[in-house]
Every structure is written in structure tokens, then in C-alpha cells.
């Protein structure tokens, strides 16, 4: 192929590239789980003020449910302070191991 269909299969591929890696949402579940421990654990261990909380709490609506609007009334600073890329994450990991998901747990 000459040069300009080598420039215009190259620029085909790139677009193709960006919308996918923008097509792929959601956090990082595994990042998630370790960001879970270290700050919801806290107050949602048992017997913590929160309550006990692990992924099997909620189901995969609600956990979304409740990062999109309700995490806004949680109590203290927590859903404020913690970074939104975070937040993410750590919403992924409780849906991926929600008690209606394909793999529920208890959060190890
Ligand atoms: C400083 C302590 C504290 C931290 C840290 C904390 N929470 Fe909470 N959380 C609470 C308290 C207190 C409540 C209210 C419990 C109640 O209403 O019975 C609550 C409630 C909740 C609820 C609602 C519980 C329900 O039954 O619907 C969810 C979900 C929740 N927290 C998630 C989180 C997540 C996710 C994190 C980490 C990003 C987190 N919390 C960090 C104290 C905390």
C-alpha cells in the first residue's frame, strides 16, 4: 500500500483505539477491594459504627444505586475525601462480589 493508505489505516486504528479504551468503564475491582479495607473497614468491620458492611450486603443495583446518589449523605467526609478514581474502585469491587453477583463474598 502506498503512503497514504498506510496514513489513513493508521489513523482508522488510533480512533478505534481511543473510543475503546474510553468504552471501558468501572474501576478496578481488585484495586477496590484493598481500598475497601483501608477505608470503609474502619467503621464497617463488625461491630464497627458503621455497621458491618461487606459486598454481599447489597446487591450489584444497589451498590451502584447508592454510589450514584446516595454516598452523598454519608455520614463524615469519607465519600468526599476519597478520590473519585477511588471511590470507583472500590464500588466496582462491591459490585463484582455482590450477593447477586456471579462471584459473592464476604470480602476476604
Ligand atoms: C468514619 C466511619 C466511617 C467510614 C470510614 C465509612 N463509613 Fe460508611 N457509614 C458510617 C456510618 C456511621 C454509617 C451509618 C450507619 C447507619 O445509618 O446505621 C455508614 C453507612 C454506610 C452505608 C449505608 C449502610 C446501609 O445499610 O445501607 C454504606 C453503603 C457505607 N456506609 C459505605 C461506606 C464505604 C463504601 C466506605 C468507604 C469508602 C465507608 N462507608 C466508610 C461510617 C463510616
Same mark, same amino acid.
Given at each position: 500500500m502506498n503512503w497514504k493508505m498506510f496514513l489513513i489505516v493508521t489513523l482508522v486504528l488510533s480512533a478505534f483505539t481511543v473510543t475503546s479504551a474510553i468504552a471501558?468503564?468501572? +474501576?478496578n475491582a481488585r484495586k477496590g477491594k484493598h481500598l475497601f479495607k483501608k477505608?470503609? =473497614?474502619?467503621?464497617?468491620?463488625? +461491630?464497627g459504627e458503621g455497621g458491618e458492611l461487606t459486598?454481599?450486603? =447489597?446487591t450489584m443495583s444497589q451498590w451502584d444505586r447508592y454510589f450514584k446518589k446516595k454516598a452523598k449523605k454519608h455520614p463524615g467526609d469519607v465519600m468526599t475525601k476519597t478520590k473519585k478514581k477511588d471511590l470507583k474502585d472500590i464500588n466496582q469491587f462491591l459490585f463484582n462480589s455482590a450477593a447477586d453477583s456471579p462471584s459473592p463474598a464476604t470480602c476476604g
Amino acid at each position: 500500500m502506498n503512503w497514504k493508505m498506510f496514513l489513513i489505516v493508521t489513523l482508522v486504528l488510533s480512533a478505534f483505539t481511543v473510543t475503546s479504551a474510553i468504552a471501558i468503564e468501572g +474501576g478496578n475491582a481488585r484495586k477496590g477491594k484493598h481500598l475497601f479495607k483501608k477505608n470503609c =473497614k474502619v467503621c464497617h468491620d463488625a +461491630g464497627g459504627e458503621g455497621g458491618e458492611l461487606t459486598p454481599m450486603s =447489597k446487591t450489584m443495583s444497589q451498590w451502584d444505586r447508592y454510589f450514584k446518589k446516595k454516598a452523598k449523605k454519608h455520614p463524615g467526609d469519607v465519600m468526599t475525601k476519597t478520590k473519585k478514581k477511588d471511590l470507583k474502585d472500590i464500588n466496582q469491587f462491591l459490585f463484582n462480589s455482590a450477593a447477586d453477583s456471579p462471584s459473592p463474598a464476604t470480602c476476604g
